[in-house]
């Protein structure tokens, strides 16, 4: 498995407070990502980063942020949780095109539960 | 903007049967394809990818699927599946541009012993 831990696992929060999820890799790729994952709705994406200090949002980034102040961490915060964001939260990493074709690898995810 | 779509949301098979899962995917330009698998409780783990060359591609677990360009298709099969198939399935695709991975809604697939 690829070097990606996600931390927490789970978490259970309440409505209005601010929850911030952090996704730590250890292969030095450029590319990483944030998903949710909801049923029917497969794995939608929140934001991406393509470098330190470099972000970039997804379908789904209302009612998020992220930081990469380093190659190997990605933070996603939830300003003001809401029950609409009870999911489960996937990072992924992958390197750059120019590297090579490659696919993206997937952390165990983060089950968070907003009451 | 891409997306992709999965025509079976669940998919009921006996152990033997032959499977067939199908994408599609909108895109303009030069794609990549991949299909995931997540077994319960699990992340997601790559079964196979296409970035060129031969339109049919074999994974892992005796899995393949096959690129017709034409048909905006990457429908995934397997000759026989077995219990320890059963899983939820997600056809993704990676235009070429921002390097973005966009997920169909996944097949979650049973299969009975």
């Known amino acids: 498995d690829a070097g990606i831990t996600q931390s927490p696992r789970h978490k259970v929060t309440e409505t209005g407070t601010p929850v911030t999820l952090r996704c730590h890799q250890t292969?030095?790729?450029?590319?990483m990502y944030w998903y949710r994952q909801d049923p029917g709705h497969g794995l939608r994406l929140i934001h991406y980063?393509?470098?330190?200090?470099?972000?970039d949002k997804g379908e789904v980034s209302d009612g998020y942020s992220v930081s990469r102040s380093k190659t190997e961490d990605f933070l996603l915060t939830l300003e003001s949780a809401t029950s609409s964001q009870t999911s489960v939260y996937f990072c992924?990493?992958?390197?750059?095109?120019?590297?090579?074709?490659?696919?993206?690898?997937f952390g165990q995810g983060t089950r968070l539960t907003v009451v | 903007a891409q997306s992709v779509s999965q025509h079976n949301h669940h998919v009921i098979l006996s152990e033997a049967a032959s499977l067939e899962l199908g994408c599609n995917y909108s895109?303009?330009?030069?794609?990549?394809l991949f299909w995931y698998v997540q077994y319960p409780g699990q992340h997601l783990q790559l079964l196979l990818k296409y970035f060129s060359g031969d339109p049919l591609v074999k994974g892992i677990k005796g899995f393949e699927a096959e690129f017709i360009k034409s048909k905006f298709s990457f429908n995934l099969r397997k000759p026989s599946v077995q219990w320890s198939d059963t899983a939820e399935y997600f056809c993704a695709v990676r235009g070429n541009a921002g390097n973005m991975l966009t997920f169909g809604g996944g097949t979650r697939l049973m299969v009975k012993p």
């Open positions: 992924a990493i992958s390197e750059s095109e120019g590297k090579g074709d490659t696919e993206a690898f």
């Open positions: 292969e030095n790729h450029r590319y």
């Open positions: 895109y303009g330009g030069t794609v990549n």
């Open positions: 980063s393509y470098g330190v200090k470099d972000t």
